[in-house]
């Protein structure tokens, strides 16, 4: 069965520095695409980056030039650097792959 666990969620000010991890298991870790979505308060699901097989990033917008996505095969993990934090980035965060995400980490951005 598969499982994806979410930590590294915080409370940070403006212009801070978080780093999400997502630990999986009970798949082949290095054959799927890897995705980050959140979910501020009040609002639906928001694609933020994907990360292939092949190690090639993608990223809504909102967070070009502030994340990073990236992967560990050996170790079954996907990792999302964010930097420059903004009230805007406030929500639940969750890795996915398919159709199956974890429970999410909170980030919460205020001063």
């Known amino acids: 069965q598969v499982q994806l666990v979410e930590s590294g969620g915080g409370l940070v000010q403006p212009g801070g520095t978080l780093r999400l991890s997502c630990a999986a298991s009970g798949l082949t870790f290095s054959a799927y695409p890897m995705t980050w979505v959140r979910q501020a308060p009040g609002k639906g699901f928001e694609w933020v980056s994907t990360i292939t097989v092949d190690g090639n990033t993608t990223y809504a917008t909102s967070v070009k030039g502030r994340f990073t996505i990236s992967r560990d095969n050996a170790k079954n993990m996907a990792f999302l650097q964010m930097n420059g934090l903004e009230p805007e980035d406030t929500a639940v965060y969750y890795c996915?792959?398919?159709?199956?995400r974890g429970q999410g980490t909170q980030v919460t951005v205020s001063s």
């Open positions: 996915k792959v398919g159709a199956i």
